[in-house]
Every structure is written in C-alpha cells, then in structure tokens.
C-alpha cells in the first residue's frame, strides 16, 4: 500500500526500477517532506494507535509530549498546537492520502496508507 501511495503521490521524474519490480514513479522527497517533521511523525503514530481521535485530544497528546505540561496549566502552548494541527500538519497528512481528516466533525482517522506510514516510522525509531 506505501508503494501505491509512492506511486500516487510521486512525481514523474522520479522512477525507481529494480529487477523483477514495477516501475514506481516514486518521489521519496514528498514521503520524507511529509515526515520530516517531528510533529507529523508523532501525530501518525498516534492517530494509528487510536484509529480515530479527536483534533482536542490530538492537541493535548502533543502539549504533554512536547512540553511535558498537562493543557490546563499551559492553555497557550495547547493553543499554539490546536492551530498548528488546524492550520498545517492535518491538511498536509490529509492531502497526502494518510489520514481523514474532517474539519466539520474536528475528528481525524488513520488510512491504510498512514498505517503502513506508521509502522514504518516504528521500524526506523528502533534502529531497524
């Protein structure tokens, strides 16, 4: 499934071709300027562990894990997050086909994709 989003997603240009294989119009630089960002990486880890969350929860999560500090006792760094999911990370993971992402419901579910996304990112955060 990450190969099809390679293929979805990657550019023209870019053609990775080994013996045996489909070629792939894969452009690793979206998959890594997805992830490239500590914060993106976290949120797909998370939305996968819980397959469904909502956006609130998703900015508390990412308050304690970056600050260490519970919301309610920094309600401007919670905020800062809130518009930074709101804003940026959600509708890039959303457009790049590894979330859903409903701004109306303020809920954000795992794809397929994002998923194998996650796994990945397990894969590399052990040392393979």
């Known amino acids: 499934m990450l190969r099809e989003w390679f293929i979805r997603k990657g550019s023209a240009g870019d053609k990775v071709v080994s013996e045996g294989s ?25 939305v996968a562990e819980n397959e469904e969350i909502d956006i609130a929860d998703l900015a508390e999560q990412l308050t304690i894990e970056e600050t ?32 859903d992402y409903s701004e109306e419901a303020g809920v954000v579910e795992i794809r397929e994709d994002g998923r194998l996304a996650s796994d990945l990112l397990e894969i590399i955060d052990r040392g393979f």
């Open 22 to 46: 489909p070629k792939i119009s894969a452009d690793k630089h979206v998959f890594f300027d997805v992830f490239k960002n500590q914060r993106r990486r976290y949120i797909i880890q998370l």
């Open 68 to 99: 260490g500090n519970e919301p309610e006792g920094d309600k401007e760094e919670y905020k800062k997050r809130y518009v930074s999911l709101y804003q940026t990370h959600l509708p890039m993971l959303n457009g790049s086909g590894l979330i």
